[in-house]
Each structure stands twice: as C-alpha cells, then as structure tokens.
C-alpha cells in the first residue's frame, strides 16, 4: 500500500476507534453516577461528538478520491457540518462546566442567550463560507481549504474552551472542600488537555488529532464519574462511610497536626419508629433532609461531611475555616429547621450527637470516630437533651460534648 492509503486507513480506524469509545461511554452513563441534567448534556455532546467523527470519515474519504461523485458533491456540505459542530461541543463544554459547578448562570435566560452569540456567529460565517469561502471553501478539484477568515473560527471554539478553564480554574480556588476542589480542577485539566492535542491538528493537517483530544476530555470525564461513584452515598448524594476513613485516614497521615479536626457524629432519633409507622420512602426522606442540611454547613464551613451507615452521618471541621466548633452545629440547626419547614411532615425530626476534637499529637481516625461515637450514645441514652427540629418546636441548644 502506497503511503496516502496508509494515512488514510489510519484516520479512519482512529475515528472509528473513538466513535466505538464513546458508544462504550453513552452506554456506562446513567444517573446513578452524576445528576440527570449533568449526563443529559454529556450524552447530547457524546453524540454530537459520533456525528463531527462520521462526517471526518465521509470527509477523508471524499477528499482523497475514495468516494462516488455524488457523495463528493457535497463535500461542502460535510466540511460545514464538520467545523461548525466542533463549535458546538465548545459551547456546550461551556455550559456543562456551568452546571458542573452548580453556578447560578444556568437558571438565567438572558445568559444563556448572550453566551450563544459567538455560536450564533460561527454558524453565520460557516454557512456564508458556502458562498464566500471566509472560513472554508471547496477547489475546483472538489478539496478542502481554509479561508482567509478561518482564525475567526478558531477564535470562538477556543473563547468557549477558555472560559471554561477560567471559571472552573477559578471556582476550584475558591473550594474549601479538597474532594470538589480536586473535581473541579480535573474538569479543567480534561479541558486543557483536549485543547492541546486538538489544536495540534491546526498545524499538522490530516492527522485526526481533534477526536483523540475530545476523547481524551470525556474519558477523564467519565473516570471522574467513576471515582465519584465509589466513594459516594447512593440515596444522599453525600460522602460515603470508604471515603470518610480515607479522608480522616490522609489527614492524620498527612501531618495535618497545623490546625485541630472536630469530628461530630450525628445520628437520628427514632429513625426506626419513623421507618415502620411511615414507610422506608418516607424514612428514605428523612435522610435526605439531614444530608441537604449538612450540606449547607459543608458549603459555608468547607466542612466535611458523609453518611457513615444507616442513620449516622460524620461532619468534620477543621480550623482556619471554623473557628469554634459552635458554630458548625448552630449553622447546621439553622439549615435542619430551614429544610423542615419548606415540607410538611407528619412525624418530627431531631438527632442526637457525639463530639470529639483532635489536635493530631496523638491518637488516629479510628480513635477520634470511637470518641465522638461514645459521646454520641452517651448523649442518646439520656444524659443529654437531643438536638434538632420537633414540629411546634424551636431548635433547641446544642449541648457539646467534648472528648
């Protein structure tokens, strides 16, 4: 075989290799390992992606002189749809990396329109190209040559990546939780990474470098995922028991002894009672309200928090982000009332919980869990008043119990 054919066979196995990956992840990704909008919006870019990699392999085939003439008559049809679908994938990067950080940009109308307006423009210059030759044109010969404008294109697909980066860059400084922190930053690096194999197809012509760079994007993406999975509580979305011993288990290993930890132990009051008189979906609930409270005191204290088993949840705080314990339960008071109130229950809600603190001198994880775990049995069988919210009741005092 003559080179030309070589380079040709290898194009088209290679776009069909990522054609035959992303298949493989459309089919892997379901709700359970992120939110429904999350994986609606990567599945609508995986398939836009099957489709740019479809028309690659109509377009190599057509450039080279391996097609009929009339598939190659509309060569310039398929080079349109080619270029102007990698701006879309640009543009919905853009809007999954919104969603991924849960900002507040995609519940305002008026943002999503002004972000369109550079797709809005792309997709006018690509389709006056067919006449004007601005960013693409067709020869007499029936091949594919970038026009004189071309760069104006490019300028949008990387205006979408870049500000992608920015903001997850960006937000993920702002964490103070190391595992989103950690999540946040890896979105951005996918982004770059996609962005630098993929630009190398502006310099090295008839290489498929842009579907190895998106590939690559979705397969840290979709990796993620993954991690995501393991180490999350199916029913609450939060931390699960694996990934709390291992955060609790790098910072003792990790010389964390620079700021103390305070480890609270939760667990619901009459969760059984709750779980046979009104059913496990409502028991089902009830967990679900514990975790969103907790939540909002991770989000404002940088606090970590998990499910532990059943009923108990773990929350951890640690200085400088929390300069008295106190504070983290009455936040997390405020937050258990706030979710209680904007549902009508037949039943109350309260907890009961175990404190410990730890400087890191001495003792390990599994140390400061059994001390809050003491405490925390020792306040449910009555030495100390519960906390929560009880229906026609304020939330009461926290009474802290120190280890």
């Known amino acids: 075989?003559?080179?030309?054919?070589?380079?040709?066979?290898?194009?088209?196995?290679?776009?069909?290799?990522?054609?035959?990956?992303?298949?493989?992840?459309?089919?892997?990704?379901?709700?359970?390992?992120?939110?429904?909008?999350?994986?609606?919006?990567?599945?609508?870019?995986?398939?836009?992606?099957?489709?740019?990699?479809?028309?690659?392999?109509?377009?190599?085939?057509?450039?080279?002189?391996?097609?009929?003439?009339?598939?190659?008559?509309?060569?310039?049809?398929?080079?349109?749809l080619?270029?102007?679908?990698?701006?879309?994938?640009?543009?919905?990067?853009?809007?999954?990396?919104?969603?991924?950080?849960?900002?507040?940009?995609?519940?305002?109308?008026?943002?999503?329109?002004?972000?369109?307006?550079?797709?809005?423009f792309s997709l006018v210059m690509c389709i006056s190209s067919y006449y004007t030759g601005w960013i693409y044109y067709i020869t007499p010969d029936n091949r594919y040559e970038r026009g004189p404008h071309y760069c104006w294109q490019i300028a949008v697909v990387f205006f979408y990546f870049g500000v992608a980066v920015f903001r997850a860059l960006y937000c993920g400084s702002k964490e103070r939780l190391p595992m989103r922190r950690h999540a946040t930053f890896s979105l951005a690096f996918s982004i770059i990474v996609s962005v630098i194999i993929g630009s190398l197809q502006i310099f090295i012509r008839g290489t498929p470098l842009i579907g190895i760079a998106i590939v690559s994007a979705f397969f840290i993406t979709f990796i993620n995922f993954q991690q995501a999975q393991i180490f999350s509580d199916a029913l609450t979305d939060l931390n699960n028991r694996r990934r709390a011993n291992q955060y609790l288990e790098t910072k003792f290993n990790s010389s964390m002894t620079e700021w103390p930890l305070y480890l609270f132990m939760l667990d619901i009051d009459s969760?059984?009672?709750?779980?046979?008189?009104?059913?496990?979906?409502?028991g089902d609930k009830v967990l679900r309200i514990v975790a969103q409270a907790l939540r909002m005191t991770s989000q404002k204290y940088g606090a970590f928090v998990a499910r532990f088993g059943g009923d108990e949840f773990l929350l951890v705080g640690e200085s400088p982000y929390v300069?008295?314990?106190?504070?983290?339960?009455?936040?997390?008071?405020?937050?258990?009332?706030?979710?209680?109130?904007?549902?009508?229950?037949?039943?109350?809600?309260?907890?009961?919980?175990?404190?410990?603190?730890?400087?890191?001198?001495?003792?390990?994880?599994?140390?400061?869990?059994?001390?809050?775990?003491?405490?925390?049995?020792?306040?449910?069988?009555?030495?100390?008043p519960s906390f929560g919210y009880k229906e026609g009741q304020k939330i009461s005092d926290t009474a802290f119990l120190k280890a």
């Open 1 to 80: 075989m003559t080179p030309m054919i070589n380079s040709i066979l290898t194009y088209i196995v290679v776009d069909i290799l990522c054609i035959a990956f992303s298949a493989f992840i459309i089919e892997k990704l379901t709700t359970d390992i992120g939110s429904e909008l999350e994986i609606r919006i990567l599945k609508s870019m995986l398939y836009i992606f099957l489709a740019y990699s479809s028309f690659d392999i109509a377009w190599v085939l057509g450039e080279y002189g391996y097609m009929p003439y009339y598939i190659r008559c509309v060569n310039g049809i398929v080079c349109f």
């Open 82 to 120: 080619s270029i102007f679908l990698i701006t879309v994938l640009a543009f919905m990067t853009f809007i999954y990396t919104e969603i991924r950080l849960k900002t507040s940009f995609t519940k305002k109308r008026e943002l999503w329109i002004i972000s369109a307006l550079p797709l809005i």
């Open 271 to 282: 969760f059984k009672e709750i779980n046979d008189t009104y059913g496990h979906i409502e």
């Open 323 to 384: 300069s008295n314990p106190d504070e983290l339960v009455n936040h997390f008071n405020k937050s258990l009332e706030t979710e209680i109130a904007a549902r009508r229950l037949p039943y109350s809600i309260a907890l009961s919980i175990g404190y410990a603190k730890s400087d890191g001198q001495e003792g390990d994880a599994v140390d400061l869990i059994k001390s809050a775990d003491y405490m925390l049995y020792k306040n449910k069988r009555g030495s100390h």
